[in-house]
Nanobody
């Protein structure tokens, strides 16, 4: 059974940092493309960052230069380092894994206050 479990969300001040983690189980982690999506109240879910199994990355324009996605295949974990946080980063952040089938985590809330 595949499970994706996010952690690391919380309340942070404007300009602060958070590191989100997603622990994966039940899959051959190194074979999967991993990513982070977010959904803010009243908005559609959007791609934040993706890190493919071949180590290619893609970021939303709104987070380039501030967020970094990384993975530790030995720990079956993907991370999202978020720096210089802004109120518009407030959202539920979801972990995503894809190969032939797509899997989603339950999400972790990030709230940025000014």
């Amino acid at each position: 059974q595949v499970q994706l479990v996010e952690s690391g969300g919380g309340l942070v001040q404007l300009g602060g940092s958070l590191r989100l983690s997603c622990a994966a189980s039940g899959l051959i982690f190194s074979s999967y493309n991993m990513g982070w999506y977010r959904q803010a109240p009243g908005k559609q879910r959007e791609l934040v960052a993706i890190l493919t199994s071949t180590a290619n990355t893609k970021y939303a324009d709104s987070v380039k230069g501030r967020f970094t996605i990384s993975r530790d295949n030995a720990k079956n974990t993907v991370y999202l380092q978020m720096n210089s946080l802004k109120p518009e980063d407030t959202a539920v952040y979801y972990c995503h894994a894809s190969l032939l089938v797509v899997y989603w985590g339950q999400g972790t809330q990030v709230t940025v206050s000014s």
